[in-house]
């Protein structure tokens, strides 16, 4: 059984960071890209950024050079360090692990609330 559990979410004052972790089980983690999507309220999930199973990096251009994506395959955890937070970064944001070649092989965490206040 495929699991992805995200944690980190919560409460931040623009300006201000997160580390958002998701912790894969039930997969063979180094073989998948993972990515991060978020989806505000009213609005469509968006990708945020997203890393290859050879470490290949792509981000949204909203979070370009404020947000970095990276991956520890010991651990079958991905990561979104997200500095600069502004309030339009408010949303849920979803762990994604996708096999590059088995389209079937496409999976979805519960997703974490992230929100950016004063």
């Known amino acids: 059984q495929v699991q992805l559990v995200e944690s980190g979410g919560g409460l931040v004052q623009p300006g201000g960071s997160l580390r958002l972790s998701c912790a894969a089980s039930?997969?063979?983690?180094?073989?998948?890209?993972m990515g991060w999507f978020r989806q505000a309220p009213g609005k469509e999930r968006e990708l945020v950024a997203i890393i290859t199973s050879g470490d290949s990096t792509n981000y949204a251009d909203s979070v370009k050079g404020r947000f970095t994506i990276s991956r520890d395959n010991a651990k079958n955890t991905v990561y979104l360090q997200m500095n600069s937070l502004k309030p339009e970064d408010t949303a849920v944001y979803y762990c994604n692990a996708k096999h590059p070649w088995i389209a079937r092989y496409d999976y979805w965490g519960q997703g974490t609330q992230v929100t950016v206040s004063s």
């Open positions: 039930g997969i063979i983690f180094s073989r998948f890209s």
